[in-house]
């Protein structure tokens, strides 16, 4: 017989200041951790040696470290020791889906503001078009000024309706956090095998069956969003390629629904090769992929580090969790917000490519927005135009 917990009950436990994760499959619960000191480093590699030596040093071997990387990693990551973590199967929570989190905000603002956002989208476009790349993902955020923000209540609604996805809390420096529910695994190692599922082309969902069934289909003939997806799929095969043995990656995309969004997604499957690389070292391979940056990477990079005016921080790095053998997972930070002092941070990206149409854009973040309002009160969209 399997014990029944309550989500809502382990929820009770934990406060911002530790650190949350569950999978499709799993729930981790980190409620006896401690920071684990990682300074900014060069690369993900070195973040990795870390994070194996002070898992190593753990007077336990169920320790994970679990927590987030910047989008930047020269920037630094915020990662916890969970020693002894919760981690329960799933199966073992109860499946009531959560209310809304009931709280006031006094007013929404997207920053940049949408007819900015617009126009930074057909700058891009002309500079695809002259040829120094071929995809970047553009960003705005949307400030949600709020005196108290009930962290545990958003979480509760973002873990019970984004079942298929990877729910996340992480505490970050100056009493920030981060929360969010993303629908992207970046890599997942377990034992010998390895997953990584991209996901780029996207259309709103609705919930009219007749409308979504039409948004699904429409994506998957889409030159332009298939033209997106098949960019991000070719850079991790490229990059896992030489890494990994028996990689398989599907020869057309399927389509994959979020509680507010649906995607062009992409299962891609392999086993651990001869140098048998950690999960971090793995997405050390990967990150940031063309679904968060572009491509190249490194003109996209430095044209979203100009035109973007606002610092991504934690938003499209990476967030999931490590142990002593190298297992884990690690998702993109999507479909999240950073609750500060003053309220809460939303943000959401889209890929551009030569033929994207600035204002389908924002609405596409618009609706990217969606999966963490949807669990607020609805007057909060009310309070500002997005
Ligand atoms: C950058 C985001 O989504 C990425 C992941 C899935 C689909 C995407 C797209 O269709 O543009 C983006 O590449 C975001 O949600 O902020």
Sequence with gaps: MITTYSLQQQLQKLSTKHVFFKTPTKTIVGTACSAVNIPACHSLASVNERMM????AADDDQAVIVGAIPFDITKQPALQLASH???????????????????????????PSRTKFEAMVDASVKQIKQGSMTKVVLARTLEIEAPSVPHRELLHYLATHNDKGYTYSIPLANNETLLGASPELLIKREGNRITANPIAGSRKRTYVEAVDAASAAELMQSAKDLHEHRIVVEMVKQALGPHVKNLHVPASPSILYTDSMIHLSTVVTAEVGEEALSSLELANLLHPTPAVCGQPREAAFSAIQKIEPFDRGYFAGIVGYMDAAGNGEWVVTIRCGKIHATGLTLYAGAGIVETSVPAEEACETGAKFQTMLNAMPEEVTTKGEF
Excluded: G
Aim: glycine share 0%; no cysteine.
């Design 53 to 56: 030596k002070a898992l190593h």
């Design 85 to 111: 973590p919760q981690i329960e199967a799933n199966e073992a929570y109860e499946e009531e889906r959560a209310a809304k989190a009931q709280f006031d905000a006094t007013r929404v603002t997207s920053y």
